[in-house]
């Protein structure tokens, strides 16, 4: 928590704020910043114990905001599986310090205005 005057701000829900992201879609980002490592769909689903379809859509709406990374690996008896991966953290913590840094700017100009 991070207490501002009157208010107290979650960390959390600023990142998800900044990163305009689902509940699901946090938590799926978050627990890949965690785990450095890549993970299909179905070991997404059960690590977080989300139903599948629930993590199918949020990774695409990850990988479109490019936040994740996708890697193909081909199956010996045919077909594929796709693997993920956060792209790159310090990047996410560079737009997010950015955004509030803007936020922050935005303020004191409104402020100095009133």
Do not use: P
Not at 80 to 85: D, P, Q, S
């Amino acid at each position: 928590m991070i207490d501002f005057a009157c208010k107290k701000f979650d960390l959390d829900e600023v990142i998800k704020c900044v990163l305009g992201l689902a509940k699901s879609e946090y938590k799926l980002l978050k627990f890949l910043a965690e785990n450095d490592t890549k993970f299909t769909t179905e070991e997404l689903s059960k690590r977080l114990k989300l139903d599948k379809s629930t993590i199918q859509r949020s990774i695409k709406k990850l990988h479109e905001k490019n936040l994740v990374s996708r890697s193909q690996i081909n199956q010996s008896v045919g077909g594929y599986v796709f693997l993920y991966k956060i792209k790159d953290k310090d990047n996410v913590r560079k737009v997010v310090s950015e955004t509030v840094d803007n936020w922050i700017s935005t303020l004191k100009k409104k402020l100095s205005d009133w």
